[in-house]
């Protein structure tokens, strides 16, 4: 046990020494860099003219500030000189793109005043087709209440209404939306229209000449007053004959005097006849499409000429077919 301690206070005593010489040596360094900038250097001005020469002295620490002072200076206004050029170039920038902005918002101004003058224009055009559908009165479309469309605007600064481009803006928005819930409307009605027509009678039978036509006549075999309930359609013999709408073949039958008869059933309780046929191509119970060969035009039963007699009846009552096949 005495031996560890007396082992350890010759250790104290080695890092004892070593440090002190370590402290000695620095002191010697510090010492020797006071000593060199303390040391004193001439600086002189010598004149070209052969004026006194000026001389002073300063210490090697204070030109060591000095230098570092100018060196330091220089690079800071470098620097500052560096930035200002660069803020003065995107300055330069901003201007000309704010006069690009100023430029593009005026066109953009322009654009929604002729766009504003358009919608204008097309409101009558969809009030009108509007009006159209039944039991819609198109005078009434845009004055329809509902939510205040100036709600939630851009207001300008310091000021208690919004721009004329944002109330434009606002306004064309409320219509187009206004003219999509039309135009729903107007397309499901052309749908249902179009499902009509295309179930309706409505194209010729026959091409030719319509020689008589529907209502009072005089019958041209007894030349006395008779009420026509359909249309003669004079053609070529065996021109083909279509059906004038989707169906069905109800009947094919021989008529004294309306001859060789074909009778097609169609939706919406319409029933066309097409008369005095040389022959039939469809069978009873057939299904038909618009426009589909059902026969020929022939000169059966009682008549003198080679014609279609074409007739419609919707119920049990005949009615006018040129209507249907000019107008539809």
């Known amino acids: 046990m005495k031996d560890l301690v ?30 060199k900038i303390k040391t004193k250097a001439t ?52 201007e000309k793109d704010g006069i690009k902005s100023k430029e593009q918002l005026k066109i953009f101004r322009e654009e929604i005043k002729e766009l504003y003058v358009l919608s204008q224009k097309l409101k009558p055009e969809i009030a009108a087709l509007y009006s159209l559908i039944p039991e819609n009165n198109g005078d009434l479309l845009w004055g329809q209440g509902g939510k205040n469309k100036f709600n939630d605007l851009p207001f300008k600064d310091n000021s208690n209404s919004p721009s004329l481009e944002v109330l434009n803006i606002k306004e ?23 499902k009509i027509i295309e179930n309706t009678p409505s194209i010729w039978p026959v091409e030719g000449y ?34 004038s709408a989707p169906g069905k073949i109800i009947d094919i039958k ?30 009873v119970g057939q299904k038909v499409f618009k426009g589909e060969l059902i026969g020929y035009v022939g000169k059966t039963g009682k008549t003198s000429k080679y014609l279609c007699y074409y007739q419609i009846k919707i119920g049990t009552n005949f009615i006018d077919p040129m209507p249907y096949l000019n107008k539809i």
């Open 6 to 35: 007396i082992f350890f206070v010759a250790k104290i005593e080695q890092l004892k020494k070593f440090f002190q010489k370590l402290f000695l040596r620095g002191q010697k360094k510090f010492n020797s860099f006071l000593k």
């Open 210 to 243: 319509v020689i008589s036509r529907y209502g009072q006549r005089n019958s041209p075999y007894t030349l006395k007053p008779e009420f026509h309930q359909g249309i003669d359609i004079e053609a070529f013999p065996g021109t083909p004959i279509k059906a």
């Open 43 to 94: 600086v002189s001005f010598i004149p070209h003219s052969g004026q006194k020469i000026f001389s002073f002295r300063i210490s090697a620490l204070a030109l060591g500030l000095a230098l570092f002072f100018i060196l330091g200076t220089t690079l800071i206004t470098s620097s500052l000189i560096i930035s200002h050029s660069a803020s003065l170039k995107e300055f330069s920038k901003l």
């Open 254 to 283: 021989w008529d004294a005097n309306l001859g060789l008869t074909i009778l097609v059933k169609h939706k919406y309780g319409f029933v066309s006849s097409y008369s005095h046929c040389q022959r039939a191509c469809v069978q």
């Open 172 to 194: 064309i928005q409320n219509e187009l939306e206004t003219t999509k819930e039309v135009l729903g409307k107007v397309k499901s009605f052309l749908a249902e229209r179009s």
